[in-house]
Every structure is written in structure tokens, then in C-alpha cells.
């Protein structure tokens, strides 16, 4: 008798006695999210190999390397995870088309190049946040959802309690508890989704902060080199 109990209150009993919209409402949550988890991997992957990329191209760029060298080497051996290289590439690309065109004024070249940089770094900045809206919706409605799943559980089992002539606590138990399991979902998507959308939003954001303090850098760089070969 106990065994059955058991059986009758185990998890997956519960899952597959639920009514169907309690059950789609379930399968919406797991697949939200066990997307929602491959992308954290994806993101924190791509944001690792984005830090160290930067790193290691700072290094480079500050190493006294010539500029035309450091092109050449990133145009024939590009970093698809270096966002700063991208901007470099993209900067020093412009530079030195304007600079080839006769009587571009400086400032009318370093304006192409800021110009330019800030393409470059928009583009980066879309990469970096490409995930983020989904987290942070699977974050802020997957309680909403697995509370719908709950109201509609709980409704279902006060129903059916009403029609039965003898109430007790075994009969009603079962239906609330597979209830309860949507919204316990619902919070198991939600959780690491808002978690991971915070951590995402702040690395993104000191990411894309080094991006424009490397543009800034470099532009100045830039802007003596054409003020000096102009006098």
C-alpha cells in the first residue's frame, strides 16, 4: 500500500497525471530552459575568449609594434573573437584610404576614422548582447507562465474535489502538488536566465568600455601621426 503512495506521488507520476495544459506549460518552460542554458554556455564562452583576445591584442598593439605591420598580421591572420581587432582593422583601414586620396584635410581624415571605429564597435556590440533579450525575457516571464500552470493545476483539483464525496487531504494532495511543479519550473528557467542576463550585461558593457578607450587611444595616436607628416 505505502509503495503505491510512492509511486503515485513521484515526480514524473505527477508530471504525466497533470492535465494537458499543465503538462504544455511544463514543456514550454524546459525548453526555455535548457535554451536558455546553452546559450549561457555559448555567451560565457564567446565573452572569455573576447577577453583574452583583447588582452593579447593590447599587448601587441602597445608593444611598439609598426601600425602597417600590425594590420598586415591581423588582415591575414584575423581573430574572429578579437572585437578590438576588428576596430583597429577598421580604423587603420580608413586611415590609410583617406590618406592616399590628395588634399583630404586631417580632420576630414580622423573624422572618417572615428567614424569608421564606431561602425566597427556598434557591430561589436550587437554580437556581444545578440542573446541577451532572450535571457532576460525567459528571466522575467517564466514565473508568470509557470504560475499560469499552477492557477490552472489547482483549479482542475478543486474541481475535481468538488465532485467527489468524500474530501480528504490524499485526494487533494496529488492535484496540488502537480501543480506546484510548474511553477518550480517556471523558477528553474527563470533564475539562472536572470543571473546570467546580469553577468552578460556587465561584461558586455566593460567590454564595449575598453573598445571605445582603445578607439580613443589609437584616433590620438592616429591624429599626431597625420598633424606631423602634414607639417
Same mark, same amino acid.
Given at each position: 500500500m505505502?509503495?503505491?503512495v510512492?509511486? $503515485? ?8 497525471n ?32 573576447g577577453r583574452?583576445?583583447?588582452? &593579447? ?5 602597445? &608593444? ?9 598580421q591581423a ?15 577598421a ?7 583617406l590618406?592616399?586620396?590628395p588634399g ?16 566597427a564597435i ?9 542573446s541577451l ?6 528571466g522575467?516571464?517564466s514565473?508568470?507562465?509557470g ?5 490552472w493545476?489547482?483549479?482542475n ?22 501543480a506546484?511543479?510548474?511553477t518550480?519550473?517556471g ?34 595616436i592616429l $591624429?599626431?601621426?597625420? $598633424?606631423?607628416?602634414e607639417?
Amino acid at each position: 500500500m505505502e509503495a503505491n503512495v510512492v509511486d $503515485h506521488t513521484s515526480m514524473w507520476s505527477l508530471v504525466s497525471n497533470a492535465s494537458i495544459l499543465v503538462q504544455l506549460v511544463m514543456l514550454i518552460l524546459v525548453a526555455a530552459s535548457v535554451t536558455s542554458w546553452i546559450m549561457i554556455f555559448q555567451r560565457s564562452t564567446m565573452l572569455r575568449a573576447g577577453r583574452r583576445a583583447l588582452d &593579447s591584442f593590447e599587448e601587441r598593439f602597445w &608593444s611598439g609594434i609598426d601600425l602597417s605591420k600590425l594590420y598586415r598580421q591581423a588582415g591575414s591572420n584575423p581573430d574572429p573573437d578579437s572585437g578590438v581587432e576588428q576596430v583597429f582593422r577598421a580604423g587603420f583601414k580608413e586611415f590609410s584610404r583617406l590618406r592616399q586620396q590628395p588634399g583630404v584635410d586631417p580632420d576630414a581624415v580622423m573624422e572618417g576614422v572615428g567614424r569608421a571605429m564606431r561602425v566597427a564597435i556598434s557591430r561589436e556590440e550587437e554580437k556581444l548582447e545578440q542573446s541577451l533579450p532572450f535571457l532576460a525575457t525567459v528571466g522575467s516571464t517564466s514565473p508568470y507562465i509557470g504560475l499560469f500552470g499552477t492557477v490552472w493545476g489547482i483549479m482542475n483539483s478543486f474541481r475535481g474535489l468538488a465532485s467527489a464525496q468524500q474530501a480528504t487531504l490524499a485526494t487533494v494532495a496529488p492535484g496540488i502538488a502537480e501543480a506546484l511543479i510548474a511553477t518550480a519550473i517556471g523558477l528553474f528557467a527563470a533564475i539562472p536566465a536572470v543571473i546570467a542576463y546580469n553577468r552578460f550585461a556587465a561584461r558586455s558593457e566593460t567590454l564595449i568600455g575598453r573598445y571605445y578607450t582603445f578607439a580613443d587611444e589609437f584616433q590620438a595616436i592616429l $591624429h599626431r601621426k597625420v $598633424h606631423t607628416s602634414e607639417e
